[in-house]
């Protein structure tokens, strides 16, 4: 997910030229048709794993996005392209939760669970890297299509994977029925909340369609957590999301995936627009970011073992924080050392958090919650597309307050402003785990 998302924004726009999108807007839906359905449908699919089995979902998820992978790769026109990039975005739905899930019940929970989500963590990171650099360097070698044939590839390799290695034993099935209004009410509000956030920007936060899709996801998320109180088989027990250790770490995932993935673009429109680096160049300045954050998952379990999950969280968002913060200092010119330390400060304590929010959020809970849970922890990575367009929106603010100084000056104090609060968020966000995760319950030796 992590190289799909990276890699097809480098070729966004040879992506438009070759398939004739008539603008930059509609071109725009190439990411967003793959994001809505995925973070939409995390919930249902979160608990479909739970009730038919999570081997025989992640199979079916992994089959069905490389049949749309290639589909996509071979796509003629702009409308056989949004087809395919909403199948892979359902199909991702299937197989994020599921992966997740899959560790969590073949690994025991402590140090071997931890050591599993933290090399789930490094190839993530190595996928980042891959798609920001890799992108550029196939789509200027070969065309964009070869980012998404390259998927099929490993899509039939991990297909090969899972019906081979992973044990039948592993599927979980809950005697239980599927509760059908729950889904949809989950998934429409979902939709509209992550569409909404999507397209505000560039429709305007005050037109009717994004007011209009915040209110709908704002009454559909109620009337759902009012019907799953009185639900016999709630989609999301009340009582599993209340708890300490799932409602705190979901908050700190929210925060730390929130403020990089928005801090991420914050550094790309630094290096392009200020530095002017080309699109290849900027995929190159984040491999510190990737880097770190690939070590950092390779660390995480000992750190967590050393530090316990909520100090091992604590660490990972004061780090990450200052990181970002650091970023203050980013002149108009050069720079590159700082640039590196301050993304790869920002990668390493990310990953480190996001290890240890996931190993909190998943322990102490039955083999039967854990798709849920999954669920639950991969949310964040979609609903953090608020962190994204609140620090975009105080960049934008900004940077008008100082238009009088020149479009670059104006643009960097714009820049400054918003890596200077995402950073100022991890701090608070750090000392929020200290304060509510800090319990005898919240931390399992």
Same mark, same amino acid.
């Given at each position: 997910?992590?190289?799909?998302?990276s890699?097809?924004?480098? &070729?966004?726009? *040879?992506?438009?030229?070759?398939?004739?999108f008539?603008?930059?807007g509609?071109?725009?839906?190439?990411?967003?048709?793959?994001l809505?359905?995925?973070?939409?449908?995390?919930?249902?699919?979160?608990r479909?794993?739970?009730l038919?089995?999570?081997?025989?979902?992640?199979?079916?998820?992994?089959?069905?996005?490389?049949?749309?992978?290639?589909?996509?790769?071979?796509?003629?026109?702009?409308?056989?392209?949004?087809?395919?990039? %909403?199948?892979q975005?359902?199909?991702?739905?299937?197989?994020?939760?599921?992966?997740?899930?899959?560790?969590?019940?073949?690994?025991?929970?402590?140090?071997?669970?931890?050591?599993?989500?933290?090399?789930?963590?490094?190839?993530?990171?190595?996928?980042f890297v891959?798609?920001t650099?890799?992108?550029?360097?196939?789509?200027?070698?070969?065309n964009?299509?070869?980012?998404?044939?390259?998927?099929?590839?490993?899509?039939?390799?991990?297909?090969?994977?899972?019906?081979? %290695?992973?044990?039948?034993t592993?599927?979980?099935?809950?005697?239980?029925?599927?509760d059908?209004?729950?889904?949809?009410?989950a998934? =429409?509000?979902l939709?509209?909340?992550?569409?909404?956030i999507?397209t505000?920007?560039?429709?305007?936060?005050?037109?009717?369609?994004?007011?209009?899709?915040? &209110?709908?996801?704002? %009454?559909?998320?109620?009337?759902?957590?009012?019907?799953?109180?009185?639900?016999?088989?709630?989609?999301?027990?009340?009582e599993?999301?209340?708890?300490?250790?799932?409602?705190?770490?979901?908050?700190i995932g929210? =925060?730390?995936?929130g403020?990089?993935?928005?801090?991420?673009?914050?550094?790309s429109?630094y290096?392009?627009?200020?530095l002017g680096?080309s699109?290849?160049?900027?995929?190159?300045?984040?491999?510190? *970011?990737?880097i770190?954050?690939?070590v950092?998952?390779l660390?995480?379990?000992?750190?967590?073992?050393?530090?316990?999950?909520?100090?091992?969280?604590?660490?990972?968002?004061?780090?990450?924080?200052?990181?970002?913060?650091?970023?203050?200092?980013l002149?108009?010119?050069?720079?590159?050392?700082?640039?590196?330390?301050?993304?790869?400060?920002?990668?390493?304590?990310?990953?480190?958090?996001? %290890?240890?929010?996931i190993?909190t959020?998943?322990?102490?809970?039955?083999?039967? *919650?854990?798709?849920?849970?999954?669920?639950?922890?991969?949310?964040?990575?979609?609903?953090g597309?608020?962190?994204? &367009?609140?620090?975009?929106?105080?960049a934008?603010?900004?940077?008008?307050?100082?238009?009088?100084?020149?479009?670059?000056?104006?643009?960097l104090?714009?820049?400054?402003t918003?890596?200077?609060t995402?950073?100022?968020?991890?701090?608070?966000?750090?000392?929020?785990?200290?304060?509510?995760?800090?319990?005898?319950?919240?931390?399992?030796?």
């Amino acid at each position: 997910m992590e190289f799909l998302l990276s890699a097809n924004t480098v &070729a966004l726009p *040879e992506i438009g030229r070759d398939l004739g999108f008539a603008s930059t807007g509609s071109l725009q839906w190439v990411a967003t048709a793959c994001l809505l359905p995925t973070a939409s449908l995390l919930p249902l699919f979160s608990r479909v794993s739970d009730l038919v089995g999570r081997r025989r979902l992640f199979t079916t998820g992994v089959a069905l996005f490389t049949g749309f992978s290639l589909l996509a790769g071979l796509a003629t026109g702009p409308a056989m392209l949004i087809v395919a990039r %909403v199948g892979q975005g359902a199909s991702a739905a299937m197989i994020a939760p599921t992966a997740i899930a899959l560790m969590t019940t073949v690994f025991p929970e402590g140090p071997q669970r931890a050591k599993a989500l933290g090399v789930n963590g490094a190839v993530l990171s190595l996928g980042f890297v891959l798609g920001t650099l890799g992108g550029g360097v196939i789509t200027s070698g070969l065309n964009w299509r070869w980012t998404m044939l390259i998927l099929v590839i490993i899509g039939a390799l991990v297909l090969v994977g899972a019906t081979t %290695v992973l044990p039948k034993t592993t599927d979980t099935r809950a005697p239980a029925r599927l509760d059908i209004a729950g889904a949809v009410l989950a998934s =429409i509000g979902l939709f509209a909340l992550v569409y909404g956030i999507s397209t505000g920007a560039a429709a305007g936060w005050n037109s009717a369609s994004t007011l209009g899709s915040l &209110a709908l996801a704002a %009454v559909s998320l109620t009337t759902f957590l009012l019907l799953e109180r009185r639900h016999a088989a709630p989609l999301i027990p009340l009582e599993l999301l209340n708890k300490p250790t799932v409602k705190w770490s979901g908050l700190i995932g929210f =925060i730390t995936l929130g403020m990089c993935g928005g801090t991420t673009v914050l550094l790309s429109l630094y290096m392009q627009d200020v530095l002017g680096y080309s699109p290849l160049a900027t995929g190159t300045g984040f491999l510190s *970011e990737g880097i770190t954050a690939f070590v950092a998952g390779l660390l995480a379990a000992r750190l967590i073992d050393a530090l316990g999950k909520v100090g091992a969280m604590t660490t990972g968002l004061v780090v990450q924080g200052f990181g970002t913060a650091a970023m203050f200092l980013l002149p108009e010119g050069g720079g590159l050392a700082l640039l590196l330390l301050t993304s790869g400060a920002m990668g390493f304590g990310h990953v480190l958090t996001v %290890v240890s929010f996931i190993t909190t959020l998943t322990s102490g809970l039955r083999d039967d *919650e854990q798709g849920i849970a999954a669920g639950l922890s991969q949310l964040p990575q979609f609903i953090g597309a608020i962190g994204t &367009a609140g620090l975009a929106a105080i960049a934008t603010a900004r940077a008008k307050a100082l238009s009088a100084t020149g479009p670059t000056l104006a643009t960097l104090g714009g820049l400054h402003t918003a890596m200077l609060t995402a950073g100022i968020v991890c701090i608070a966000g750090a000392l929020l785990a200290v304060l509510f995760l800090r319990r005898p319950t919240a931390e399992t030796h």
